[in-house]
Nanobody, 122 residues
Framework: VQLQASGGGLAQIGGSLRLSCAAS????????MGWVRQAPGEEREFVAS????????HYGDSVKGRFTISREGAENTVYLQMSSLKLEDTGTYSC????????????????WGQGTLVTVSS
């Protein structure tokens, strides 16, 4: 299984970006998926997760109310809509997947994408 993240780039404070995570196979409905980010010199931070059926969604405290994770039933893709961006949202965002939702929440998913860089500027 391969995960390909895209959609990163440069945004201004208060702006929006949408990240996509495409799976190499039609696994979206068989695994739980999530996003993790890492800023330079910082530890990885849990951002959001969505269960295989979409009936469970969780967000990190720092992004609640601003970010939305979703998945398209007919596509191999999970999205992360980021709004009201802040400087502290800057970092490399990676998507992850696992058959265990608990592992995704713990940032211990078995599968990882290569990451996409998000830079928020003033």
């Amino acid at each position: 299984v391969q995960l390909q993240a895209s959609g990163g780039g440069l945004a201004q404070i208060g702006g929006s970006l949408r990240l996509s995570c495409a799976a190499s196979e039609r696994i979206v409905r068989t695994v739980d998926m999530g996003w993790v980010r890492q800023a330079p010199g910082e530890e990885r931070e849990f951002v959001a997760s969505i269960s295989k059926l979409g009936d469970a969604i969780h967000y990190g405290d720092s992004v609640k109310g601003r970010f939305t994770i979703s998945r398209e039933g007919a596509e191999n893709t999970v999205y992360l809509q980021m709004s009201s961006l802040k400087l502290e949202d800057t970092g490399t965002y990676s998507c992850t997947a696992d058959i265990s939702y608990r592992k995704v929440l713990a940032k211990k998913g078995a599968y990882w994408g290569q990451g996409t860089l998000v830079t928020v500027s003033s």
